[in-house]
């Protein structure tokens, strides 16, 4: 509950990108573990910033 309240405060942003890295996980096992560090973390009134999105060839060249 904690946890959840925490989350309910944080920016809309946030909570688009960071309920995008639990989904986006291919496995059910990594959806499973990534929502357990973002309810972990938020039990402790914590951002989850530490997710990883891979970029696209073009972006690390800096071709957008």
Known sequence: ???????????NGYKRTIMYWVLSAKQEATQKSRLEKLIFESENDEE???FYFPLKDAERRGKF
């Open 48 to 50: 989850c910033g530490k």
């Open 1 to 11: 509950e904690k946890a959840w309240k925490f989350f309910e405060k944080q920016p």
